[in-house]
Structures are given as structure tokens and as C-alpha cells.
């Protein structure tokens, strides 16, 4: 049997490595326009960073490493330019012109290209996308001639890193990002954190503002200027391009294979396209979100990885049953942690899928341990306690958090099942009650009727028709309060409830603290003493993420 592998890196080398392992006797071969196979493109911000200083780290393996341990026949240099899949051929460019190549047993692995909107400029070479080891040498070399002043267009995950990276190097970074916050996957409220921290090492931001055109600059102090729709232009001297990534997919759509709306590969359980003989995986394919169930590309290397393997158990005639993916991904930037999984909660609305979401910011090891550091974390539920998805900054223990909500999303798991899970812990570690378990107890209460929450989104609501309650210290609540709160201590809250009963002269009761705890126990003194009472989630912490704009009022 002939396998053949259009793309030789994450997927496409996942398959053909699997391949091999279960058929020593197949004919596998490998066919990767590029130079390189193999190599680590998630590292790629790191090595222009200089963290990772040796090039060489990033090519995990060569075409002659791979004949050794494989025996694969990979060809790079080579480009799959057509497939005629009467007769099951691909057509191949290389440096020996052009040639076809039979096989029994196709596989897509193109991966995606980096999205070029129709700008005037982009096409100049000071413009880079950040994808191969090539783009990575380029952007290097800038730098080592003299870059001072980059611009970095998308503040998505790459567009981050390469921010960060680029930073560490000394250039004057500037993002700019046409969504409503940077890093759009995240919500709203996490966002803003990864915001000041961008602030925070000296990155400019320009958000929500589209970038217009790149133009050649007439001075000689900088190579361009990056001009926006508001007409303001950023002197650059580098241009990081990062405003996403679309499936490449222009030789599975010339063959005739079945493509989604948003041009990725069809593909079924098996990752078998339309054509029985050619299977797809990884950037270029459609998958299936696990919770919102929306169909479309979800660029992510692990999910890519785990589809080759189970594609080359497809050829070989083993059954997979792939899961479908949550989207489970995780940056650095700067001194902070930002990770995802399973729906956002503005993934969740837009899909119509009905929830309720919890905020804390519980220490990522116990509080008394020196060294603790603040997590913070959302997590929605459906109204049956299905866990639906989680996000976390912080600056330690966030990828451990979110790996375990990703365990729990795949599992089923509900709020009960998160406040029984048994993790390990010890003081520098975590909690006796860790925030996983914390979330499913909030999330409980939520389900039960112990607690009732309102959101910053319903600020003004409150502020017009309740009593807002701020049960925080005396000195907290001098530091900055929301306009006509009434301040009565969590501690004394007992003593004073007639206050309460006389200010709200029969208007609901909004109750808050600095991160929703107190004003918990505040809650539910309150509704047992029959207020109609709510408490803030995630506090004043969280409403200040969501709505950065907000003046407190001091004294
Ligand atoms: C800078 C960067 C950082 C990233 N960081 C992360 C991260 O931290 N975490 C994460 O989960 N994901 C990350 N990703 C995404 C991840 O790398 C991809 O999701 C994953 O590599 C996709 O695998 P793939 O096999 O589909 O495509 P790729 O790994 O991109 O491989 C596709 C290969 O196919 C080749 N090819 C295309 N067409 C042809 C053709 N016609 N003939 C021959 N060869 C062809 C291409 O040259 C390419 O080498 C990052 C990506 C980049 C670029």
C-alpha cells in the first residue's frame, strides 16, 4: 500500500509516523513545499524572542532522522499541485519540474495560511506573517539590522506573542486589533487584564480600529507607516501580519472534494473527505465544537496532531472515534497566563445556548503560603449544571485550572462534579478547597437558589432601581465606591439590617465586595432575613475588568 502525505509537519507527520507504526510493509511518503519539515512552529515567537536562541531546536527532525527512525520517504521542496482522483495520482512541482505520483491512500495535511486582507501595502516585504522558520529568520534579521518600531496587526494568540517577543528584542511594539478587546476568544472582563498587562511592559494598543493601508514612508527615519481608519499613522520599521489564519485549501478544492462555507475540507468521523480514497486533517479541515456545535476550522496543533494519528488508523482499517473539539489553548504574555476552553460566554449567546456564568479570584495555591498569586477565573454552566466552558488569567497556576475544566468539559461534567473532584494538594500547590472545587460550589449554590448573582452588564439596572450595598471595609470602600452605595461592613451586617430595610425602602438589594465573597455571606444573610437580595459576581474586581470606564467615587 502507497500512503501519500500532502504537508509534512503537524498533522500530515502525525499520520505518517502512526502509519508506519502499524504497517512496517506500507510505502509511505511525504511531500512538504517547504524546506523543513517537522518543525516547531508553536516556537516560533520564542526564537525571535531569543528565548529560544538555537534555530536548530525548532526542527525537530529531518527528512534523513525520519528515513532513519521511519524509514518515510519525506520530500520537501516538493509541492502537491493537483490530484486526479479517477486515476489516484497527485501532481507534484519540484526541482525536477514536474511529475505525478500514484497512491492508494491520500492524505491533506495543508494546514492554513495567514489571512491578507485586501490592504494597499501589505504586499510590501517589510510586512511578515509569522508562520515558518523562514518568516522567523526574516523577522529576526530585521531586528539584527535595526528595527525599532513595530507594528503587529491582530491581537489574537500569535499576534501576542509576537508582540511580546518582539518587545523583549527592545522595538517600540504597537497592536492593533479591529475587535472590541485583545485576544478575542477571551471574555470581555479576562481581556482587560491581559490589556494592562500589555500596558504594563510598554505595548501600545489601538483597538477596536482597522488598520488601512501600509505605505512607504518618504523619511529616512522609519520604512513605513501603518495607517488606521481614523487616519492616524504609526511609523514602522516592521510589520508582524496576524489577523488570522484561513484553511489552505485551493488543491483539495481544485480536485473536487466537498468544502464547508468557510472553505475548510468536509470531512467524516473517520476524517475521510468527499473521496473515499483521500483523507484530510488538522488547519485545513472542518470540525465540530463541542459545545456550541458550530462547524468550521479551529486552528490548534494538538487537535491537528491527534487527527493524523487517527487518520493513518482510518487507512489501516481501525475504527477511531474522534471527540469533538473544545478549543482548549493557552498564551503567555508577559508575566501572565491567559487559557481557554469550551465555549466563551459570548460564544455561548451567540449560538443561543442558554447558561449562567461564575466569577472568582481565588489564590492559585493556598493564601497563607507565601507567594500566592490571584486567579482569575469564569466559568459557565447550563441550567442543568453542565460545565460549558472555562477561562482563567493569572500569573501562576492557570494552565493547571483550565487543563482540568478541559478534562471536566470532555468528561460531561457537571457543578456537582467539580465540587467532588479530589485534586492534589498540598500549601505550595494549591487549596484543600482548590478553585476548580470553588467554581462547582459557586455554581451549586447558583443551581440550589443559595446564591443569586448579578453582572456588570446589569450596572445600570441596579444603580437606578435597587439598593446597592457595598459590604467591604470602611477603608475599601473610601478608596473608591459606586455612586449612592450604602456601606455597611459584612461583619456588622447582622447588627445594622434595619439600615438596609430603611434605605432600600423596599427596592431590591444589590449587594457586592471586592471579589463576591463576602458579599456572599452578606447575601445570604439578607435573603434570609427576606430581602430580595443579589450578589455581585466576581465583586468589584470583576465589574472593574468589565467595565474599565468606570469612575468610582472616592471618600
Ligand atoms: C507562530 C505560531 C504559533 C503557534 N502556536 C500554537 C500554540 O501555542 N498552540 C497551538 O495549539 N497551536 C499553535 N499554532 C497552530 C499550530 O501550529 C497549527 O494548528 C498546526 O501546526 C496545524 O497543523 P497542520 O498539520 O494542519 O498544518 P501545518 O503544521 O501548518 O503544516 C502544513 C504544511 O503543509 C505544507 N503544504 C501546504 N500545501 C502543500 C502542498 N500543496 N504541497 C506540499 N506541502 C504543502 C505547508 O508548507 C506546511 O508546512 C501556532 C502556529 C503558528 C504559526
Known amino acids: 500500500m502507497r500512503i501519500v502525505v500532502v504537508g509534512g509537519v503537524a498533522g500530515g507527520m502525525s499520520c505518517a509516523a502512526r502509519a508506519r507504526r502499524l504497517a512496517e510493509d506500507a510505502e509511505i511518503i511525504v511531500l512538504e513545499r517547504g524546506e523543513l519539515v517537522s518543525f516547531a512552529n508553536c516556537g516560533l515567537p520564542y526564537h525571535v524572542s531569543d528565548e529560544i536562541r538555537d534555530r536548530a531546536a525548532l526542527l525537530l527532525q529531518t527528512p534523513e532522522?525520519?528515513?532513519?527512525?521511519?524509514?518515510?520517504?519525506?520530500?520537501?521542496?516538493?509541492?502537491?499541485?493537483?490530484?486526479?482522483r479517477g486515476a489516484k495520482t497527485v501532481t507534484i512541482r519540484s526541482a525536477a519540474g514536474e511529475t505525478t505520483l500514484g497512491y492508494d491512500a491520500l492524505v491533506l495535511a495543508p494546514g492554513a495560511r495567514a489571512i491578507r486582507p485586501p490592504l494597499p501595502g501589505l504586499d510590501l516585504p517589510i510586512v511578515h506573517p509569522l508562520r515558518t522558520v523562514p518568516d522567523a529568520d526574516r523577522i529576526r534579521a530585521m531586528v539584527a539590522d535595526g528595527a525599532r518600531r513595530a507594528v503587529v496587526l491582530g491581537a489574537g494568540f500569535i499576534g501576542l506573542e509576537a508582540a511580546e517577543a518582539l518587545r523583549a528584542r527592545g522595538l517600540d511594539v504597537t497592536i492593533v486589533e479591529l475587535a472590541a478587546h485583545?485576544?478575542?476568544?477571551?471574555?470581555?472582563?479576562?481581556?482587560?487584564?491581559?490589556?494592562?498587562?500589555?500596558?504594563?511592559?510598554?505595548?501600545?494598543?489601538?483597538?477596536?480600529?482597522?488598520?488601512?493601508?501600509?505605505?512607504?514612508?518618504?523619511?529616512?527615519?522609519?520604512?513605513?507607516?501603518?495607517?488606521?481608519?481614523?487616519?492616524?499613522?504609526?511609523?514602522?520599521?516592521?510589520?508582524?501580519?496576524?489577523?488570522?489564519?484561513?484553511?489552505?485549501?485551493?488543491?483539495?478544492?481544485?480536485?473536487?472534494?466537498?468544502?464547508?462555507?468557510?472553505?475548510?475540507?468536509?470531512?467524516?468521523?473517520?476524517?475521510?473527505?468527499?473521496?473515499?480514497?483521500?483523507?484530510?486533517?488538522?488547519?485545513?479541515?472542518?470540525?465540530?465544537?463541542?459545545?456550541?456545535?458550530?462547524?468550521?476550522?479551529?486552528?490548534?496543533?494538538?487537535?491537528?496532531?491527534?487527527?493524523?494519528?487517527?487518520?493513518?488508523?482510518?487507512?489501516?482499517?481501525?475504527?477511531?472515534?474522534?471527540?469533538?473539539?473544545?478549543?482548549?489553548?493557552?498564551?503567555?504574555?508577559f508575566g501572565l497566563t491567559a487559557a481557554i476552553t469550551g465555549a466563551s460566554q459570548s460564544a455561548l449567546d451567540a449560538a443561543g445556548i442558554e447558561h449562567f456564568t461564575v466569577h472568582l479570584h481565588p489564590g492559585h495555591h493556598a493564601e497563607y503560603f507565601p507567594g500566592a498569586e490571584q486567579i482569575h477565573l469564569t466559568a459557565s454552566f447550563s441550567p442543568d449544571g453542565r460545565l460549558l466552558g472555562a477561562q482563567g488569567v493569572g500569573k501562576a497556576g492557570v494552565d493547571k485550572r483550565i487543563d482540568v475544566f478541559a478534562t471536566a468539559l470532555r468528561a460531561g461534567m457537571t457543578a456537582d462534579d467539580l465540587a467532588e473532584l479530589e485534586l492534589?494538594?498540598?500549601?505550595?500547590?494549591?487549596?484543600?478547597?482548590?478553585?476548580?472545587?470553588?467554581?462547582?460550589f459557586i455554581a451549586q449554590n447558583v443551581l440550589a437558589g443559595t446564591l443569586e448573582l448579578w453582572y456588570p452588564s446589569e450596572l445600570e439596572d441596579a444603580m437606578n432601581d435597587a439598593l446597592i450595598l457595598d459590604v467591604r471595609s470602611r477603608g475599601e470602600f473610601v478608596r473608591g465606591h459606586?455612586?449612592?452605595?450604602?456601606?455597611?461592613?459584612?461583619?456588622?451586617?447582622?447588627?445594622?439590617?434595619?439600615?438596609?430595610?430603611?434605605?432600600?425602602?423596599g427596592r431590591p438589594v444589590r449587594v457586592h465586595c471586592e471579589s463576591g465573597f463576602r458579599s456572599y455571606l452578606a447575601h445570604r444573610v439578607l435573603s434570609q432575613a427576606g430581602f430580595d437580595s443579589a450578589n455581585l459576581s466576581g465583586g468589584?474586581?470583576?465589574l472593574l475588568a468589565a467595565r474599565p470606564e468606570l469612575e468610582l467615587v472616592t471618600g
Open 182 to 333: 485583545v485576544l478575542p476568544p477571551l471574555d470581555e472582563e479576562l481581556a482587560s487584564l491581559v490589556d494592562a498587562e500589555l500596558a504594563a511592559h510598554g505595548v501600545h494598543r489601538r483597538i477596536g480600529i482597522a488598520a488601512s493601508a501600509v505605505e512607504q514612508s518618504p523619511g529616512p527615519e522609519h520604512a513605513v507607516d501603518v495607517v488606521l481608519s481614523d487616519g492616524s499613522r504609526l511609523p514602522a520599521d516592521l510589520v508582524v501580519l496576524s489577523v488570522g489564519v484561513r484553511p489552505d485549501t485551493s488543491l483539495a478544492k481544485d480536485a473536487g472534494l466537498d468544502l464547508g462555507p468557510t472553505g475548510a475540507i468536509r470531512v467524516d468521523g473517520s476524517f475521510r473527505t468527499s473521496d473515499p480514497r483521500i483523507w484530510a486533517v488538522g488547519d485545513a479541515i472542518e470540525v465540530t465544537h463541542a459545545i456550541t456545535g458550530a462547524i468550521g476550522p479551529i486552528p490548534l496543533a494538538g487537535p491537528a496532531n491527534r487527527q493524523g494519528r487517527m487518520a493513518a488508523e482510518s487507512i489501516l482499517g481501525r475504527t477511531v472515534t474522534p471527540a469533538p473539539v473544545l478549543g482548549t489553548a493557552v498564551v503567555r504574555v
Open 424 to 440: 492534589a494538594y498540598a500549601p505550595p500547590f494549591g487549596s484543600a478547597k482548590d478553585p476548580i472545587n470553588m467554581t462547582g
Open 65 to 84: 532522522s525520519l528515513r532513519a527512525a521511519l524509514n518515510l520517504d519525506v520530500r520537501t521542496r516538493h509541492e502537491a499541485t493537483a490530484i486526479d
Open 482 to 505: 459606586l455612586k449612592g452605595a450604602l456601606n455597611i461592613p459584612h461583619t456588622e451586617l447582622r447588627g445594622r439590617i434595619q439600615e438596609v430595610g430603611a434605605a432600600a425602602d
Open 540 to 542: 468589584i474586581m470583576t
